[in-house]
């Protein structure tokens, strides 16, 4: 299988934040990966670890510093604006934060239409039975095109998110924390929802996640992170099961696990913490084994 | 044992434009001397409601306690007035929040919140005050307790904020503390860090703890006995071994089955019937 996007020596940097003049921060540092066409790569890693940015550099949503984005063998950081416009058609982004990515003042209807409104010439009959398909499957129902956001639950409202970044039929979307909000039972319809349309419309996901127990569901490719670096990449249930990293290997001694008898020696799990937060970034994975 | 805390048939009523509803609905549960208790729950379950009441730090006018009784030791918490709460919250019971930012002042440096309650409780006198400090920021693992305890909360990371919470939580020894979700805003090694700083304070003091919490992960590793909430009832109670292992609602078994890491390698995470979940 081809990959879909691929992503090489991506940095983003900033002007270092109370720094002197000229003195830049670089959130990303670096990152390479390829998204295999249909499958799911899983971003891991903790706050600050430039696992957003990477996101929102893929789309252009925040601008790279260097490096190169190819999407379906397009080089995305060499199109002007209007051509990079018409790109994000085929990928879209979902969002953690429902109450801020859906305007609390536009019905759903209009939520789901705005993106047909902009790029296809439908007449409102024709919109609004799009919208009416599109509620459909995700789990809502057509007659839901006439209620406002806050009259649904959290898992609703994201599945009016997925809808939204579905409505244009994108073959890429990136999932920036997609259930972190949503309760254990709410998030397990939402996951399972995610996979019934990768199937079904033949999605490539990039899946972005603090949460290794969930990537570990969803994902065939993980790429770990750590302060902007790719700490360690694979196949995800290689990587989950023998980690080489330091950080991996920290990360994965830290997740707490729903069984009262997997625990079983905290000093130990003490010392790969602390280890793995204490390891060079990046560091030779040979010679930290 | 007797219990260092007992609820009984506690009811938290909310009067609301939509009517009246009973978020905590007659619950009844206990703490004993030292134990770790965890309360779990979904959003909505009335978990927090449940800690807030027992501190009596009910959010507003329309939020209140609307029937039974929270006996601490052998005191009827009902009967303590505003001013004796104060003398109990933060002194007996300590308690620890998920965001930190929320519970600490930006306007005071960490030092000065510290030794506020210490001589406020413990009419210590302003330099022994500083010492212990600056010794609960060593307890709770912060190397340069001088340089924190110098600087303002929003200086230091959330982890460090977290770690200097605890220390003001557990600065008057307190024979309770409240957790709630105290790890939740938190990286997965930061929480791991917390959650071992929490048990090995309850263990070298004694102190009893209530874990509020969604997490059954963090129900798992650190609770002794857990509580199971739901709709403001609880469902279950037991032993953390006899609710991981053989819960006996089906609320309980559908929710340990939907965890994703209980499902590694399966097309599908099983999804409750709607009857239980509703």
Known sequence: MSALLSVRGLVKEYPQRGGRRGEIFRAIDGVDFDLREGSTLAIVGESGSGKSTTGRCV????????????????????????????????????????????????????????????????????????????????????????????????????????????????????????????????????????????????????????????VEFMADDVIVMNKGRVVESGVCAQVLADPKDPYTRALLAAVPVPDPDALEDRAMRRAVIEAGLAAPVGGDVESAR | MSALLRVEDLRVRVDARRGTSFPVDGISFEIGRGETLGLVGESGSGKSLTAMAIIRLLPTRAVRMAGGR???????????????????????????????????????????????????????????ADDRARELLEMVGIERSAQVASSYPHHLSGGMRQRVMIAMAMSCEPDLLIADEPTTALDVTTQAQILDLILQLQQTHGTAVLLV??????????CERVVVMRHGKILETGGVREIFHAPQHAYTRALLDSMPSRNVGKRRLPTLPEEVFG
């Open chain 1, 59 to 214: 789309l252009r949503l925040t601008e790279p510093t260097s490096g190169s984005v190819t999407y379906d063998g397009l080089d995305l950081l060499g199109l002007d604006a209007d051509r990079m416009r018409a790109q994000r058609a085929h990928m879209q982004i979902v969002f953690q934060d429902t109450y801020a990515s859906l305007d609390p003042r536009w019905t759903v209807g209009r939520l789901l239409a705005e993106p047909l409104r902009l790029r296809e010439r439908l007449t409102p009959g024709q919109q609004r039975t799009r919208v009416g398909e599109m509620l459909e499957l995700v789990g809502l129902e057509a007659e839901h095109a006439d209620r406002y956001p806050h009259e649904f639950s959290g898992g609703q409202r994201q599945r009016i998110g997925i809808a939204r970044a579905l409505m244009l039929k994108p073959r890429l979307v990136v999932c920036d924390e997609p259930v972190s909000a949503l309760d254990v039972s709410v998030q397990a319809q939402v996951l399972n929802l995610m996979k019934d349309l990768q199937d079904e419309l033949g999605l490539s996901y990039l899946f972005i996640s603090h949460d290794i127990a969930v």
């Open chain 2, 213 to 222: 919490t969604h997490d059954l992960g963090v129900v798992a590793e650190s």
């Open chain 2, 70 to 128: 929270i006996l601490f030791g052998d005191q009827d918490m009902s009967g303590i007035g505003a001013k004796g709460m104060r003398g109990i919250r933060g002194n007996r019971i300590g308690t620890i929040f998920q965001e930190p930012m929320t519970a600490l002042n930006p306007a005071f440096t960490v030092g000065f919140q510290l030794r506020e309650p210490l001589r406020r409780h413990r009419g210590l006198g302003r330099k022994a």
